[in-house]
DNA sequence: AAACCGGGGTA
DNA sequence: TACCCAGGTTT
């Protein structure tokens, strides 16, 4: 059977009763999609009860205050939503003579209503054939198709907003988006989906290459952190420097490295020998240079190191026990290996 | 492209 | 704790 008809037969038989669905007014329609939006069903309805029977009509709700309407909405978080909601309520009572548009070009320019809500308004109510996107319908077509694509892409984006497009039945629907939406978060849940008795089983790729729990494919956006590091390489008059061991639980731990001072942004030479480690390192005369002009930028998976490496020449000091000679010896982060390399080879 | 916006449920 | 939820707006 084809891909829409199995998800339209599920879905009558397994929907569940929601009073947005009893209804074609496109303004409770819309109240409900604004609400649903990152929200679960069964957090948003009591609030739907309410605005539905304090504001029966968009006009009712472009009349109420911002602060009644924000309180109504109190609990449910992202308030920007209320906010919005009710600039729109008004602009349709005032602007549009309470008609709400009809077609998915005009409902996506009012605020608040991106490509899914404006796609669900056009075929709930109007019963445009517009192929809605939400988070479950990325898992049920990544895992019936086998699609590898990170739903959180660009290119992911414009994927799968085309091949919902192409799937949906043009006669129906309404039914089609709500099945698929209503499988997603019934059938195909996101963490132990019901497998063992889907009616897609037999077809779904994801199943077949045991892949269903890690799909739909999301990139990770990992924040990364910047980080200014000056590494203070001494050179004593005895051809001596120090190498500190890394403990603790962060990067390169244990590994050697010079010592090291770490800054909230880059650092110029007055600025370094004014700080407490410096001169508890170097009480008494020194001369110093930054020996790379340029920062050398060392990127890690999370974390963006801005190095300056500081050549700081000084005679005997007690503390510089390693011979310049057997530097090599120590287990150094590559970073430190390659300044190495080049520092040397000037020698 | 990434940050931001929230409260709540689930594993 | 980490992830996710009938996403959209702003930068």
Known sequence: MKFSNTLINWYLQNKRELPWRKTKN??????????????????GLSYYLKFT??????FDLAKADESTVLKMWQGLGYYSRARNLHFTAKHIANDLNGEFPSTYK??????????????????FAFNKPNAVVDGNVYRVLSRYFGIETAINSSTGIKEFKTLAQSLIDKKQPANYNQAIMEFGAIQCKPQKPLCIFCPLSDSCVALQKNVVEKLP???????????????????????????????????WQGLYQ??????????????LITTEEFNNLFPHEITISLFNKKEIVHKLSH?????????VETKKLPQAEINWNKVEKYPVPILIANFLETYQAKK
């Open 258 to 271: 010079f010592p090291l001072i770490e800054s909230k942004k880059n650092i110029n030479k007055n600025e």
């Open 26 to 43: 496109p303004y409770f329609i819309w109240l409900s999609e604004i609400m649903l939006q990152q929200t679960r069903v069964a957090q």
């Open 303 to 311: 974390q963006h190191l801005h190095t300056q490496f500081w050549i």
């Open 106 to 123: 005009n409902i996506i320019k009012l605020k608040g209503i991106g490509d899914y809500t404006a796609s669900a308004i056009a075929s």
């Open 217 to 251: 494919i999301k990139e990770k956006k990992l924040k990364v952190r910047n980080r200014y590091f000056n590494f203070l390489v001494i050179k004593t008059d005895d051809n001596k420097t120090i190498l500190l061991k890394r403990k603790g639980k962060g990067i």
């Open 53 to 58: 029977e304090a504001f029966p009509t968009v």
